[in-house]
């Protein structure tokens, strides 16, 4: 088995430009970079550089036009099938629209249990949002009768029904209040303890990238620059 | 309810639209007359024919019931296609993008660009004459507004966090589409279809205008064919030709009030 869990080979994403004399703006050039097991990896940047078109070429959402995507020494086809589709998760920055605003909380958590062909009971549902700090009670609400933290707490939770080995985290701290940021960075921590799951952090804020990775990657316009932490 | 209540154009909408649903249904109970029925021609109104009979002696009231039902049939009918095809069509360019999205956008701008009337009298002049001719003639040129507005909607939607958190999960795209995008466009979709239900109802009165219409059923704007035909205006026979305008006008009126409030409340 590899020791590398999840590879990127260089990927390259380009998107239509609306600048007139150029057809195409570079979003991503040729990023290259490993994750390991257990450890956390931060992609700083500033707004636009590319991090989280690199992100998200890394979970399968994106297809690239160059390089591709290994998922524990294997190439990953896109889109992302099978196991590898479950054990590469999401989060993302903005938790209010994180869930169909039309399905309550229930309806929306029970997705990912019927896809892991498990049943979705009330004993579940609740053990999966009771470490999160949310009540049975929050399960019936839609998603406009939750704040921001009880969303994001909501989407975590959901995201860990899928029992993930790599997850992407994007910007997933900075719509909340101080005090939800560090439950959330202090859960993601204990659950990475607890299990050898990996993350990659997305971020602008070097401050927060260096509490909270082992190693940092810096992009700059689509380019991954070699600045690590160690 | 209280946000239906509050918006009275809606709800003065929804009441016209019951109403004329209400007379369709009860028709066989309303009508004083069979409108076939052949009597006394050119009577004035009177309390046994409240708006008069008209050049066959047929009860123009009567007819004016019975109108109700093709009128509205013909416009619900032809919605709904027209909202199926335009949806789908929008589904697809929205969630897929790309060369689909590509291809859908052409083949929109290409229908747009063909005048609408023209093509509807060639299909009917092909089609055998009937309800379902008229409803096929009127959908084929009608889906394209629907398609290029419920696209970009979905072209939105599909942006969204919780689009991708679903893809990321490994939910099915139909289950996407249908359980995620579709719900989503339910303000849109009824603003589109009760908009497409008062265009198909226009159309279809104005091809029973021009005698390209519904033979051997009645319908408003055929009622209003056979009044300007056999010269009402000229005769001042008001009470033929004016109540099929007034309620051909009411009508649209009233699905166009609830396509104002969708329109509204999507703003």
Known sequence: MSDVILEARGLTKRFRSREEGRRYFTAVDGASLSLHPGETLGLLG????????????LVGLIRPDEGSVLYRGETLPFPFRGLPRQKIQILFQHPEVSFNPQLTLRQSLSEPFRLRKQLATDEALTACIARFGLYPEHLERRPSALSGGELQRAALARVLVMEPEVILLDEPTSMLDVITQAQIVDFLRRYQEETGTSYIFITHSTSLAEQVCRRIVRVKEGKLLDSEKE | MTKLKSNKAMLAGLVIIAFFVLVACLADLLSP?????LGVAYQKPSAEHLLGTNDLGQDIFSEMIYGVRVSLFLGIFSALIVTFVGSTLALIAGYYGGAADRI????????????????????????????????LAISITAWTGTARILRSRVRQICQLPYIKIEKTLGVKTPVILFRHVLPNLKDILLT???????????????????????????????????AFFRNSILRGQVWWYLPPIICICVAVMGFMLVGYYGQQKKD
């Open chain 1, 46 to 57: 500033e707004s636009g550089s590319g991090k989280s078109t690199l992100g998200q070429m």
């Open chain 2, 192 to 226: 589109r279809m009760a908009l497409s239900v008062s265009g198909a109802m226009m159309t279809e009165s104005g091809l029973s205008f021009l005698g390209l219409g519904t033979y051997g059923q009645k319908s408003w704007g055929n009622i209003l064919h056979f």
């Open chain 2, 104 to 135: 859908i956008c052409a083949l929109t701008d290409i229908a747009m660009a063909v005048p609408s009337l023209p093509l509807t009298l060639l299909l009917i002049a092909y089609l055998k004459s009937g309800v379902f001719s008229l409803v």
């Open chain 2, 33 to 37: 007359y069979d409108p076939s029925a």
